[in-house]
C-alpha cells in the first residue's frame, strides 16, 4: 500500500513543468521538407532532488515529453524536478511537417549531498515601511547600516527557531530563499509563517489581528543561487482578480523632522496625527499617527533618503471598528494566498506556487520556486491597534520533512 501511494506522489511530482521560449526557426530548409535536426538527447541525465534539470532540445517541431507512457509536457524545453532520488525512463517525441522521431533517454535523481534546510536559508533585502514596530523589530542601534538590519533580518528569519520581522505599513517588504527549489507539486507548496490570530470577540467568523501581506515568488533560472532572474511573480491570492485591488501601487514616505512639535489628536493615545507625511499616486496624501504606546522613530533610520517609494498590489482594508467606539478593531482574513492572514496551524497561511500569475496576470507554470518577496498589502490604520502591517515570522517547504 505505501508503496503504491509513493508511486502516486512521484508520478504527481512528475507535472510541475515551464514553459520555456519557442524553439527557434533556425533553418526554413527543414521545416520546408519536413525535416527534423536534432542530434537526440543525451543517453541520460542526472540531478540532484528538489533541483531543477532544464533540456532545451533547441528544434523545430511540436515536442511530446514522456516519463513511462505518462505525458508530462508539450513545451519546447523540459524543467523536470523530483523530490525522489529515483531513476526516470524519458521519451521525446518530435513531429515536424509529419513526420515524426522519437528519441529515449533517462533522468537520475539523485540525493543530494549534504541535507537541505525546509526552512528559509538566506535574507536578500528588506526594507520595511514606516510603522509602530520599525527600527524595533528588528532592532536598530544607533549607527547602524543597511547591512547590518540586514544581518538582524537573516538571524530573525533563517533556520527552524526564527522569530519575526515587521515590515510596517504598505509595502514594506522582506525577500528571502531556500537551499534547494521548493518543488510546485499537487496542492499547496510552502507555508509563511506570521502572528495572526482569530480574536476572542470577534463576530466575525475568521477574523481578529490579520494583517495580509502580498507574496511573490522567484525560480532561480540561472542557478546562481540569487534572487536575480527579474522574474517575480505574484501569488494571485482570493483578492487578485476583484475590482477593489489596486495594481501598481505606490507610496512615499517622508522622513520626519523628529524635533518637530507634536500635534496631539482628539483621542489619548494619539501623540502626533501630523507625524510622517505620505502621499500615493491616485493623488491622496496625509499623515501616519505617531501613537503613544511606540515613542521611537517609525521611519527606518538606517535610511540615507529623506523619502523613499513602495510599490505593489493594494487589496482592500480588512480592518473595522466592531465595537463603534474606537475600542475593538478586527481584521477579517482573505480566504488564501497572503502572508499573516491567518493563524500558522491554518492552511489559509499554505501557499500553491500554481497560483502564481505574470504581470499580467496570466497564470504561470513554475516547476518550483527558490525565492519569496513578501510585502504589506494594505494602506490602513487601525485606531489605536496602529497601521496594519504584516509580520514574516518564517517560512518552509511543506514537501521536505
Ligand atoms: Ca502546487
Ligand atoms: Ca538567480
Ligand atoms: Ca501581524
Known amino acids: 500500500m505505501e508503496k503504491n501511494r509513493v508511486k502516486i506522489l512521484k508520478i504527481a511530482a512528475l507535472a510541475f513543468l515551464l514553459i520555456g521560449p519557442a524553439a527557434c526557426k533556425s533553418d526554413d530548409d527543414d521545416i520546408n521538407n519536413g525535416n527534423i ?7 541520460s541525465y542526472t540531478v540532484d532532488r528538489f533541483k531543477v534539470l532544464n533540456i532545451a532540445p533547441n528544434v523545430t517541431g511540436k515536442l511530446t515529453w514522456s516519463i513511462n507512457d505518462a505525458v508530462i509536457s508539450e513545451d519546447a524545453e523540459l524543467d523536470f524536478i523530483s523530490p525522489y532520488s529515483d531513476t526516470y525512463p524519458l521519451t521525446l517525441k518530435i513531429e515536424n511537417n509529419g513526420m515524426v522521431k522519437t528519441y529515449k533517454s533517462t533522468i537520475i535523481v539523485k540525493q543530494e549531498t549534504g541535507t537541505y534546510s525546509r526552512y528559509i536559508s538566506n535574507v536578500f533585502d528588506f526594507r520595511p515601511a514606516v510603522g509602530q514596530f520599525t527600527n524595533e523589530v528588528p532592532e536598530y542601534a544607533a549607527g547602524n547600516t543597511f547591512s547590518q538590519l540586514l544581518q538582524k533580518a537573516k538571524e530573525s528569519l533563517v533556520g527552524s527557531n526564527s522569530t519575526m520581522v515587521t515590515l510596517g505599513g504598505f509595502g514594506g517588504y522582506v525577500v528571502f530563499g531556500f537551499d534547494h527549489t521548493i518543488p510546485n507539486m499537487d496542492g499547496r507548496d510552502f507555508k509563511i509563517l506570521g502572528n495572526a490570530f482569530w480574536g476572542n470577540d470577534a463576530n466575525d467568523p475568521r477574523s481578529g489581528s490579520c494583517e495580509p501581506g502580498i507574496i511573490m515568488v522567484a525560480y532561480d533560472k540561472n542557478k546562481n543561487g540569487k534572487p536575480d532572474d527579474n522574474e517575480w511573480y505574484e501569488i494571485a491570492g482570493s483578492e487578485y482578480f476583484k475590482n477593489t485591488t489596486v495594481k501598481n ?32 499616486n491616485l493623488g491622496n496624501n496625509g499623515f501616519k499617527t505617531k501613537n503613544a504606546f511606540h515613542a521611537q522613530s517609525y521611519y527606518p533610520l538606517w ?34 494566498g497572503y502572508a499573516d492572514n491567518a493563524p500558522n496551524n491554518d492552511g489559509a497561511s499554505d501557499i500553491d506556487i500554481s497560483w502564481a500569475v505574470d504581470k499580467s496576470g496570466s497564470y504561470v507554470k513554475l516547476p518550483g520556486i527558490d525565492f519569496v518577496k513578501v510585502y504589506t498589502g494594505i494602506n490602513q490604520e487601525a485606531g489605536w491597534l496602529g497601521e496594519v502591517s504584516t509580520e514574516v515570522g518564517g517560512a518552509y517547504d511543506l514537501h521536505l520533512h
Request: hydrophobic share 25%; proline share 5%; glycine share 8%.
Open 249 to 280: 501601487y505606490s507610496i512615499t514616505y517622508f522622513k520626519p523632522d523628529e524635533n518637530k512639535p507634536a500635534v496631539p489628536g482628539a483621542d489619548p493615545w494619539q501623540a502626533d496625527v501630523e507625524y510622517i507625511k505620505w502621499q500615493d
Open 37 to 43: 535536426s536534432f542530434d537526440g538527447l543525451k543517453d
Open 303 to 336: 535610511l540615507s533618503e529623506t523619502s523613499y517609494v513602495l510599490t505593489g498590489t493594494k487589496i482592500k482594508n480588512n480592518f473595522y471598528d466592531q465595537s463603534g467606539n474606537g475600542s475593538y478593531w478586527v481584521g477579517k482574513s482573505y480566504e488564501f
